[in-house]
């Protein structure tokens, strides 16, 4: 009964569906630029700095430092979050956003969004399905952060979030292609933070073009220390060569950690 429950939610879509399935009406894209790419960054009309692409980040004059030598550090002050990504990712500015849009829609309708991202190969794939003479990039995996405004707690958190990434990315509109968990898993962090980890995948998604796959996704939700619910998530494609092992993602949820006081709350 939850997941039928919880896929009809996703099918409804629209803002709506942002305050059931545990989002916050702050991490809609409101600046963003309607596209119909499935994967692709979606920047805010203002980006508010230019990211460097180095291994530190600086925040108010200090450069916060990675938990993994050699690692970059990503870093989301509205919701007072950092994490670590390898080496090869790109890390975005803060203020950039990452959306799953509805498809076919007659208006901007974000489905999932979150700031204070990382993108793995950018470049992935290139296509022009739809022969307009524009191509649009997908990207292979991507990580950051997002509100949960309206949880009751961790597990509500990774269960009502994570199918989101599979639905908007790799299967819309189609629902029987997902697979997604019941029941979250307890998590911690090396820094100490306890929160709820939930996966979804597809399998045999019917969408097609070039750059069509299945896909899959993680969740962690946790509290900051303003004690807001937020959620850090990974998404990516599945059965591809270089796909992000399950290790390594979990590997990066684990640099997850508390970074200064959220300026969003």
């Known amino acids: 009964v939850a997941i039928v429950a919880a896929t009809a939610v996703v099918i409804a879509a629209g803002v ?66 950092a994490f670590d990504v390898p080496a090869d990712w790109e890390v975005r500015d803060p203020g950039v956003l990452i959306a799953f849009e509805e498809e076919n829609a007659d208006e901007l309708k974000p489905l999932v969004t979150m700031t204070g991202t990382a993108v793995y190969q950018s470049k992935w794939c290139t296509s022009d399905d ?27 958190v990774a269960i009502n979030t994570v199918a989101w990434w599979v639905y908007g990315g790799y299967t819309q509109p189609d629902k029987k292609s997902m697979v997604f968990e019941e029941k979250a898993e307890p998590f911690t962090t090396t820094s100490g933070i306890e929160g709820s980890i939930a996966w979804a995948e597809s399998k045999n998604t019917p969408r097609k073009g070039k750059c069509a796959s299945d896909g899959k996704a993680m969740t962690f939700g ?17 059965g591809v060569k270089q796909e992000v092992p399950k290790e390594t993602i979990l590997k990066i949820a684990g640099t997850v950690r508390l970074h200064g006081e959220p300026t969003e709350g």
């Open 16 to 81: 709506t569906g942002f305050l059931v399935l545990g989002g916050d009406k702050d991490d809609e894209a409101d600046g963003g630029s309607k596209t119909k790419t499935s994967q692709s960054p979606t920047p805010p009309a203002e980006p508010t700095a230019t990211s460097s692409g180095s291994d530190d980040n600086p925040r108010d004059g200090e450069v916060e430092k990675p938990t993994i030598a050699g690692w970059k550090v990503v870093v989301n002050p509205r919701w007072g979050v």
């Open 222 to 238: 946790f509290k900051n220390s303003a004690g807001n619910y937020v959620s850090w998530n990974f998404f990516g494609a599945k």
């Open 130 to 156: 739809n022969k307009d003479g524009r191509t649009e990039d997908t990207s292979l995996a991507a990580a950051g952060t997002k509100g949960a405004d309206g949880a009751k707690n961790t597990d509500e």
